[in-house]
């Protein structure tokens, strides 16, 4: 056995373990449907939906549907909480549409990306390997657990509030993140797709003010939807506030900013434009 599947056994029953702890802190305090908390049940939910789809993808070799997996969990995951949710107020009905919102539109754009290009080549290594490709999906189910967790404690919890200024101020949040994320795909979507620019870095539109500023937008909406969850959490619920700082620390220091900064110097590193670009221009926060 390999080393990284070693890695990958020790792996999997530590995301296990924590999406265990998750589940039961954001309980708390939440409703319930045949003694079973909402909560945990939507937990569980996330991490099914990522076991059924490896099967195909597993056997077919194929990460075509991985982007697109995970927003169909999360759009589950929040139509299911409505569901099963004994009440719902306003606050819950705006909490899930723009959770479902954010997850269409992410994951219909990354899988018409992953279709035009044919793959992932950050799967190559992974596909082989079960217990690694395992890995990749159960993460996938617990980054929707960590991400949509305030979203999910304040719609499944017992305690409800009408709207105010925490949903109108997280709203506008929200709304802001959303816009740089869209325009920041769609910049360098415009980009890539032009001929002229084969073998160039974008260092355009909002693309000259941050290097990754479809990521700064992701983790500005999260906070929108902490922000709009804030007035109902109470207890161990205060856990589900962890999830803008998830989407943060993933982004900056593990799966985003990091793998892509690193394949650009691969690919630009030492020539004049590239390396005045990075120096002039933040890695995250956009330079007014």
């Given at each position: 056995m390999e080393k990284e599947d070693r890695i990958g056994l020790i792996v999997f029953p530590i995301v296990i373990a924590i999406a265990l702890f998750?589940?039961?802190t954001g309980s708390q305090g939440g409703a319930q449907v045949g003694g079973i908390p909402i909560f945990a049940l939507l937990v569980g939910l996330s991490f099914l939906v990522q076991w059924l789809a490896l099967i195909p993808a597993y056997l077919r070799q194929t990460e075509k549907f991985f982007d697109l997996t995970g927003s169909i969990t999360y759009v589950s995951v929040m139509l299911l909480a409505l569901v099963l949710s004994p009440s719902n107020d306003g606050r819950s009905i705006l909490l899930a549409?723009?959770?479902?919102?954010?997850?269409?539109?992410?994951?219909t754009f990354l899988f018409g990306r992953i279709k035009k290009a044919g793959k992932d080549d950050r799967f190559d290594d992974l596909k082989p390997?079960?217990?690694?490709?395992?890995?990749?999906?159960?993460?996938?189910?617990?980054?929707?657990t960590f991400t949509a967790a305030a979203a999910?404690?304040?719609i499944t919890s017992t305690t409800h509030k009408e709207l105010d200024s925490f949903a109108l101020v997280g709203l506008l949040v929200w709304m802001v993140g959303f816009a740089v994320e869209v325009v920041a795909d769609r910049q360098k979507s415009r980009f890539n797709s032009d001929p002229a620019n084969k073998g160039r870095f974008i260092q355009?539109?909002?693309?000259?003010?941050?290097?990754?500023?479809?990521?700064?937008?992701?983790?500005?909406?999260?906070?929108?939807?902490?922000i709009i969850a804030l007035p109902v959490l109470q207890g161990w619920?205060?856990?589900?506030?962890?999830?803008p700082l998830f989407v943060a620390l993933l982004l900056t220091r593990v799966s985003g900013v990091?793998?892509?900064?690193?394949?650009?110097?691969?690919?630009?590193?030492?020539?004049?434009?590239?390396?005045e670009y990075k120096k002039n221009t933040p890695v995250l926060i956009p330079r007014i």
């Open positions: 998750v589940a039961w549409l723009l959770v479902m919102a954010w997850a269409i539109r992410l994951g390997s079960f217990i690694r490709f395992l890995n990749v999906w159960t993460i996938q189910g617990l980054w929707a999910l404690v304040a355009t539109g909002l693309w000259s003010r941050s290097r990754h500023p479809n990521y700064f937008g992701e983790i500005v909406l999260w906070v929108g939807v902490a619920q205060w856990i589900a506030l962890i999830s990091p793998m892509l900064e690193a394949k650009s110097d691969k690919k630009w590193g030492g020539q004049k434009q590239y390396e």
